[in-house]
């Protein structure tokens, strides 16, 4: 398969791509800095250079030209005011969704976050983000023309991947390795069937083949 990743360079998103690369589909990832093109290509991916906070529909849908699928894995960053908020969390994953349609790509993929809710309350930042990734969440979930996949992950960490976890509409609160997040979204790219579901995704004791396989179709 041919895979494009918006927040290529993202630490899931290299995770993610080193996992394409290595099992032979072709990770693309879509960057805004070109300095970032090496660490791409050390994982087995390809960068495509363009800023999704300034890019047009069509810049973007050229992109993804012969894609069998999209990954939205971009993010403005925790230290991040509350406006790019708006324009990375919320704007570019809509950004994504219409160049998706665009280019005629069904498959997208969504990496949400626990506890997102365009109606959230508050007024710190993180209310925002919520609210943010919430709203994206609805604009994506609201397109008929895509086979569109929401996962929301728990708490992120930096420890290994043990390869099990739990995936389930509900899972409660709960940490998640980033290595395991990945390869869920792997897994959720190989089953279609997972098309139309909100996801949220903690550690477990499932191996993540088979917890994909669980949930698709319910």
């Not at 997208?108 to 506890?115: L, Q």
């Not at 710190?124 to 994206?136: H, I, P, S, T």
Request: proline fraction near 5%.
């Amino acid at each position: 398969m041919r895979i494009v990743i918006a927040g290529g360079h993202g630490q899931i998103a290299l995770r993610l791509e080193r996992l394409l690369a290595a099992r032979g589909d072709e990770a693309v990832g879509i960057v805004r800095d070109p300095g970032q093109r090496g660490d791409l290509e050390a994982v087995g991916a390809r960068a495509a250079v363009l800023d999704l906070e300034s890019a047009s529909v069509d810049e973007v849908a050229e992109v993804l030209g012969g894609a069998d699928a999209v990954v939205f894995a971009a993010g403005a960053g925790p230290n991040s005011g509350a406006a790019r908020k708006d324009t990375v969390d919320r704007a570019a994953a809509v950004l994504l969704a219409d160049a998706a349609e665009r280019a005629g790509v069904r498959r997208y993929v969504m990496v949400s976050a626990m506890g997102a809710d365009a109606s959230h309350p508050g007024d710190e930042v993180f209310d925002v983000y919520l609210r943010a990734k919430g709203a994206a969440d609805d604009a994506v979930r609201a397109r008929p023309g895509l086979d569109w996949t929401v996962l929301r992950p728990g708490l992120l960490t930096d420890d290994a991947g043990t390869g099990l976890v739990l995936l389930s509409p509900s899972t409660g609160r709960g940490p998640v390795p980033r290595d395991d997040v990945a390869a869920a979204l792997a897994e959720l790219l190989d089953t279609p069937s997972t098309a139309g579901l909100t996801l949220e995704l903690i550690s477990g004791n499932v191996p993540v083949a088979v917890a994909a396989k669980n949930v698709s179709g319910n």
